[in-house]
């Protein structure tokens, strides 16, 4: 077995290494062992912990996707994994309950470009993922699911929050069951979602199902996308510009999405608040074609 006053001489030897069990009480220890490039490995099992993670480029990840919940504690006050290394990525991890003092906890909280989420869980946390003002670079989320994630009190935390990155892409993921915030928040220069789900679900009562207030590049393509009977806000399910189109755009696409209402009123599909002219091709809203062309 490998102690953990073994763990740095390790790392500088291998580009990977297992974690155990009992090394995973003591996360932060082997977070802050880990050297550019590496692979960290954690056990299956349920554990309260958590890390910030400062080196570039490395990889943490559990082999089998759901076997490895990170449950309820949160780092620096901030999330279940604070991120401050570039080019991070994420697998097989399950991030759960994560709250804080004011209310902004996250499953991973972003601080640094390049985070990349695949086949991961954030069941009931504040955020699932939250990133920082102004780091740049492109946040990729893949193949995950948000259940029961957000709250409002007095501020807003939602499924994703992300700031202003360069891009953000989201593809086959899902959201279900959001509280009072939003599934999707960007404030990205380019927002990208496809081939995903967003569906407030029995229990969810999300405001928007995708917001994008500042603007910017939209591409909304191939999602199914339901507004509950729940819902608090039975205005709009895409806000784009709702703060001011400060973000410049290039087209605002929405194409092949297929939109349900359940509530017993109507509700925008799609409000767009920019100069920019959104382009609807080849959707569906309650099963009826959606008029292509500009709106």
Known sequence: ????????????????????????????????????GSTVVLPPGDYATCASWHA???TIKADVAGLTRLQGVSCEGKGIFVIKGENTTIE??????????????????????????????????ENG??????????????????DGNGKCNPGCAHGIYISNIDKLVVTRSQFFNTHQGHHIKSRALQTVVA????????????????????????????????????????????????EGASNPSRYILIDNNRFTNQLSIPTLVVRNSTTTPTTFKNDTVNGLILGNGLN
């Open 1 to 36: 077995m490998i102690s953990l006053l073994m763990l740095a001489t390790v790392f500088a030897t291998t580009p990977a290494i297992r974690l155990t069990v009992n090394q995973m009480s003591q996360l932060q220890i082997a977070a802050d062992s880990v050297p550019d």
């Open 195 to 242: 081939s995903s789900v967003m569906d407030d679900g029995a229990t969810g009562n999300s405001s928007y199902l995708i917001d994008v207030p500042n603007g910017g590049t939209v591409r909304l393509w191939n999602n199914t996308i339901i507004k509950g009977v729940n819902s608090e806000n039975h205005s709009t399910m895409v806000t784009i510009g709702e």
């Open 56 to 58: 570039k480029n490395i």
């Open 92 to 125: 097989n991890l399950v991030f759960e309950n994560a709250a804080v003092p004011d209310q902004n906890g996250a499953g991973i909280r972003v601080e640094a470009p390049g985070l990349v989420v695949r086949h991961s869980t954030f069941n009931n946390n």
């Open 129 to 146: 993922i939250l990133s920082n003002v102004g780091i740049g670079g492109t946040l990729t989320i893949d193949n995950s699911r948000f």
